[in-house]
């Protein structure tokens, strides 16, 4: 018999970020979406009202007269994906998670925090131990878990495969960001059309200083050790709707040939891949030969699940540094909501999610 689906809500529903988890809910195998909510401006209102669709095709039909919540503890259900800004959810998602909830957040306030996870499902599934400290440290019965920026949550995702391989030393990294990852309105259209911003504010300081280094990091049961390599950042803003593309190059310490680490991203089958999970892209790095690619619009959606895989190209030796490649994905399907599903799907899985879900972990064999 097929478990009961785990009844999971949105924080921030009516966001950028918000509407794509709204869109990748839509007939989950596992969850069923039950609350949708907002701020006091449009709290109260109903959602095909309050929410200005931006993201192709319209308002799921069953939601669009459901009425948007306040984020407020209440809503029955078990997870809570949270797309708030920053600021907000700071102290909304502490609310939840001390109410019982499991938060799996897209916001950048916990990321950092030492006993709460910043998860790339294929990368360190291992880092859900910190749930436990994180109960413990709190008294919590809930839990918040985190998703990395999504400049970042591509670069780690096509590097992870080369570090453990070969271990890399340093990364120097130029992104091209797409307008939708500043949310909306987002960047006015008067200084984004006919340009190129080098600036987003906060985000070489994710790049180099903190997130690659705990991702990448080992969980030795009560804390993460950072890992140790060097990373130099230059992010821009370009004038692209969905997709982040990035240059790299990297230094590692035992220095492969270019065709094994070609090898090394067709022969990665993480964890995600191997359980099957609902959201895991069977590869989850696609290397392409062609000299031109990737490209944000031939490449965004690439993938067996649209949009969750990181693609890799035009892997070349580096001058500076050992090699240099193209890699590109898509910031609010990978870089956000789905980035948050997966988080989910992976906690399930591994029983993280409470009674309803312990019938589903007992569908998977794991050590
Ligand atoms: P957004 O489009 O500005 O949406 C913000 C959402 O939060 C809206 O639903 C808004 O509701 C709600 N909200 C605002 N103030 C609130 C308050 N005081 N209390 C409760 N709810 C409030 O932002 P976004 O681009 O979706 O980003 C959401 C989060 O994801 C941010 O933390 C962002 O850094 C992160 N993120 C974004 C991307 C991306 O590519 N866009 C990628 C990775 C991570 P109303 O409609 O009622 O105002």
Known sequence: MCPEKVKVGVLGATGAVGQRFVQLLQGHPWFELTALCSSERTAGKRYGEACNWLIGGAVPTHLRDVVLQECVPGPE?????????????????????AAGYAVCSNASSHRYDPDIPLLIPEVNPEHMGLIDVQKRNRGWSGF?????????????????????????????????????????????????????????????????????????????????????LVVSAHCNRVPVLDGHLEVVSIEFAQKPTQEEIIQAWRDYKPLPQQLELPSAPQPAVIYLDEPNRPQPRLDRMAGTIPGMATTAGRLRPDPLFDYKFVLLGHNTVRGAAGGSLLNAELLLAHGYLGQVAATWAGAFELA
């Open 144 to 228: 918040i878990t985190t998703n990395p920026n999504c400049s970042t949550t591509h670069l780690v995702s096509a590097l992870h495969p080369l570090h453990v391989r070969f271990g890399i030393q340093k990364v120097f990294v130029a992104t091209m960001q797409a307008i939708s990852g500043a949310g909306y309105p987002g960047v006015a259209s008067m200084d984004i059309l006919d340009n190129v911003v080098p600036y987003i504010g906060g985000e070489e300081e994710k790049m180099e200083q903190k997130e690659p280094h705990k991702l990448l990091g080992k969980f030795n049961g009560a804390k993460i050790e950072y890992a140790n």
């Open 77 to 97: 259900c078990d997870i809570m994906f949270s797309a708030l800004p920053g600021d907000q959810a700071t102290t909304i998602e502490k609310e939840f998670a």
